[in-house]
């Protein structure tokens, strides 16, 4: 009996701690659940708080950027040890740095005159070599032996014959030259890290073929005339822009295409060079940018047909302050012949 009572007692016990215990894990539950809750939804809160903040930077951003082409302003969230978030605004300052690079000083203009002279002159040598069976890596080869030998690095070359030359940048197709084919040649490189960058195009012997030399002098006629125009900023403003229109108008009026269009004139007329072969400015329709004593660039029109020929001319340009208002670095090609 005493045994009985004692288990008994043993059971109410243990039936008290496991009540009791049950009390706690529930009073625990309840205490761990309303501290989870304020917890997530304090971060919530700062989530919230860190969004709209984002958000706000993301708007400032946009329309401090809206007036460039490209969005060039970094941001970076820094989070301390608060929890609040600090913005770093990093403004890129290649606007400014363009403005000056594109107004070359007196050492700058020296470089660029002498390596695109250098380049002229290696064409002019390589020229007479130009023949019937020739491969596009032939001449390639010979115009960058002769470019190395100037002393100028970096050379690079785009032989381009008969049909190949209607891609304006080139293709992988190979030709070998043929009678009656025109060759054009787009070379250049770099001296004391300043650029080059000359197109020809030539003809064996003379060229026959009446829509290709109307087609070789509608673009010469169509450089001549925006070199021409670009004597007009010594009076009045002169915009990028109305270069490539002038050089449009000519091939228009002489058969190739609208005025406005790219049908057969297929690129933009130019644009700057420097310690790039492509910067600012930028030769194109619409561009309101006026010229400025310093600027120089390439003026290059041409036109394409597809499957048949191209055409380029392309030469490097200064723009100065005096009479005639423009100085061509050497010499501008006078015939299609060789």
Not at 74 to 81: G, I, P, W
Not at 277 to 291: D, F, I, K, Q, R
């Amino acid at each position: 009996s005493e045994q009985r009572d004692n288990a008994s007692d043993q059971r109410d016990n243990a039936s008290y701690q496991r009540d009791h215990f049950s009390d706690r894990r529930v009073d625990f539950a309840e205490s761990s659940q309303y501290d989870s809750t304020n917890r997530r939804s304090t971060l919530f809160d700062q989530r919230d708080t860190f969004s709209d903040q984002a958000q706000e930077y993301t708007r400032s951003a946009e329309s401090a950027s809206a007036h460039r082409s490209e969005k060039r302003t970094a941001h970076r969230s820094l989070e301390n040890v608060n929890g609040t978030a600090d913005v770093l605004v990093i403004q890129d300052g290649g606007e400014l740095i363009d403005a000056q690079r594109m107004l070359k000083s007196a050492a700058e203009i020296d470089i660029l005159r002498c390596v695109n002279r250098a380049t002229k002159a290696a064409i002019q040598a390589v020229a007479p070599l130009i023949r019937v069976g020739m491969h596009e890596s032939e001449l390639a080869q010979l115009l960058t032996e002769a470019q190395a030998a100037a002393g100028l690095s970096g050379v690079w070359v785009l032989s381009l014959f008969g049909a190949n030359a209607a891609f304006p940048h080139g293709t992988e197709a190979s030709v070998t030259l043929q009678e009656g084919m025109l060759a054009l040649i787009d070379t250049g490189g770099e001296l004391l890290g300043y650029q080059s960058d000359i197109s020809r195009t030539f003809a064996l012997g003379e060229l026959s073929n009446q829509t290709q030399l109307n087609a070789w002098l509608t673009v010469q006629q169509a450089q001549r005339s925006a070199l021409d125009r670009i004597r007009w900023h010594l009076n009045s403003s002169v915009s990028l822009g109305s270069l490539d229109a002038e050089a449009r108008r000519v091939v228009s009026q002489n058969g190739f295409g609208s005025a406005d269009g790219y049908e057969y004139f297929s690129h933009r007329l130019g644009h700057g060079i420097g310690t790039q072969g492509h910067e600012n400015p930028y030769l194109v329709l619409g561009n309101p940018m006026t010229l400025l004593p310093g600027m120089t660039f390439s003026v290059e029109p041409g036109l394409y047909l597809e499957n048949e020929w191209g055409v380029r001319l392309e030469d490097i340009v200064l723009v100065t302050n005096s009479t005639p208002g423009y100085e061509v670095f050497g010499s501008l090609q006078e015939t299609p012949s060789l």
